[in-house]
Every structure is written in structure tokens, then in C-alpha cells.
């Protein structure tokens, strides 16, 4: 059983709150009332950013201290709405969201991971045809074998592990696809070949990253 407090209480924030709580994990999920995040993030020892990413930055950074040796995992896509609703902009074209976090929280275990697929495919990957890979991302191979680990947190998905510069990549790829009008859910089942297709967009080697 881990202690783990959701940011969000949103699409994203319910399914995975109600997933874990059913493995047997403590969740609390914090809505947007004020102090309700920093009061869940200091009591957990996984703390899940599952709300916009386009303020993501600025309301995580105010829960230095409250984040100081957790885990953060980061679902989120930094991205800006098309009028359509859909995804227009990257954020931090040339960075990502998580190395944005990784910086402002050095105390903090940042690993990025699920954001590639739909919500209700975070916790059941076995739905779609294809079982998708999930990207599993950050600096720290501790953290990312807590997350990862199958008796762990998200252990029903299949993960492939990288450093976090290579979210960039990942963002860069999934965001090319989307503007080609490619449905998320096809993005989350063609996820194995977007592996080496991010790597080489941050000019990274795709494999040997812990
Ligand atoms: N939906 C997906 O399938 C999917 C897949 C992968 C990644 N993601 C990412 O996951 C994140 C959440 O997506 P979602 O679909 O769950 O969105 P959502 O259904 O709109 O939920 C967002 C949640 O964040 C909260 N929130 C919004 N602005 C906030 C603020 N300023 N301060 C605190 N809380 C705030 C919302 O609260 P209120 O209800 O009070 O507005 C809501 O609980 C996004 O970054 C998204 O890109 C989504």
C-alpha cells in the first residue's frame, strides 16, 4: 500500500484515483480548493499531476517544500487548445513540462508517464487491440522502478524506461500525429515505434536509459 495524493479530480484525476484506491493504495485527490493540494501532496508519498498542463509549472512550484523526496508522476500535456478543442501548441517547444518541473522541484522525483493515452486506457490497457507501451520517464531509477514496478503502481502497463529529456521527443512525436489528425487512441496503440522516433528527435540513444 502507498500513500498517493491525485491533482485533479477531472477525467484523468477520477479514473486513476478510483483504479488505485481499488488496488489497495491510500488516495487522496485534491480539487482545486485552495490548500486541498499542498494538504494531499504532504501526506503522500507519490503525488500525481493530473490538471492542465498549461499552469501545471505554476501551481506545482508553490509545493516545493510539500514535494521535497516525493515522487511526482506528470500525466499531463502541456499544450495550448486549437479553437477546435484540440491540441494547437507545444508549451516548452525545445523542453517539456516535466524537465520544466525537474528544474523548479530539485528536491523532487519528477517521472512522466501515461500522458500518451487516453484516460481510460491508463488502467486498462488490455482494452485496446494492441496493448500499448507506456512511456516511463525521469532522472532517478529509483522512483522510476516504484512507478514501474509490477506489484507497484501502474504495474499492469508495459513500460519502456528513459531518461526525461526524452519527453520532449515524446511530446514532438505525439503532437505531429495529433496535427495529423490522428486519434489518440491509435496514438496510444502505434506507442512502441514512437519510442525510437522521440529518441531521435532529442538526439538520444533509445535504449540503455535505466
Ligand atoms: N483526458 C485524457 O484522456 C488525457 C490523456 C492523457 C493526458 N491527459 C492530461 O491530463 C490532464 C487532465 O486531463 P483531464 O482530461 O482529466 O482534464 P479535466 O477532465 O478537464 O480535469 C482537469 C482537472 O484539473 C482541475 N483544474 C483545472 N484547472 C485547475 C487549476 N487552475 N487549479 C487546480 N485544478 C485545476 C479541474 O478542476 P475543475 O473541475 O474545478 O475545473 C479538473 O479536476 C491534462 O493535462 C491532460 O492533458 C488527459
Redesign the pocket.
Known sequence: MTTIAVL??????GNLATALTRAGHEVTVA??TPGAAADAARRARIVIN????N?SLD?LAVLREELRGKILVD???ATTDGPDGLPADLIYPGSSLAEQLQEALPETHVVKT??T???PVMTAPATLTQTPTAFLSGEDPQAKHTVHDPGGVFGQNPFQRGHLQLVQGVGVVRHRLLEFGDH?TTVSTILPWMWPCAARVCALPASGSG
Open positions: 485533479g479530480n477531472g477525467r484523468v484525476g480539487d482545486r493530473a490538471t492542465p498542463g499552469g501551481r500525466v499531463s500535456n501515461l500522458n493515452m487516453l484516460f489518440e
